[in-house]
């Protein structure tokens, strides 16, 4: 699976951006797709997940009711809907997808990177 992650950039806190996650190679059905951020100076940390198949969702409680994870099946591609942005949203975000059966995230896209001013 190859992933292409883009959206990113430069909003002032309290606004809203929409990162993309196209992905390409195979079919995703039996696959989780992830979102994870990295800021500054800080560990990865996992941000939110959709199952493509039925589309359940769960987040991290940092971005509870401000994020929202989607899927386009036609387009193969997720989205990570992040409104009333605070500074502490910055860091560069990367998509990943895994097997239903696994553990690990074994794909990744590149990051994109979001900045909040203040």
């Known amino acids: 699976v190859q992933l292409q992650a883009s959206g990113g950039g430069l909003v002032q806190a309290g606004g809203s951006l929409r990162l993309s996650c196209a992905a390409s190679?195979?079919?995703?059905?039996?696959?989780?797709m992830g979102w994870f951020r990295r800021a500054p100076g800080k560990e990865r940390e996992f941000v939110g997940r959709i199952n493509w198949r039925g589309g359940s969702t769960s987040y991290a409680d940092s971005v509870k009711g401000r994020f929202t994870i989607s899927r386009d099946n036609a387009e193969n591609t997720v989205y990570l809907r992040m409104n009333s942005l605070k500074p502490e949203d910055t860091a560069v975000y990367h998509c990943a997808a895994k097997n239903i059966w696994s553990y690990e995230y074994a794909y990744w896209g590149q990051g994109t990177l979001v900045t909040v001013s203040s």
């Open positions: 190679g195979r079919t995703l059905d039996n696959y989780v």
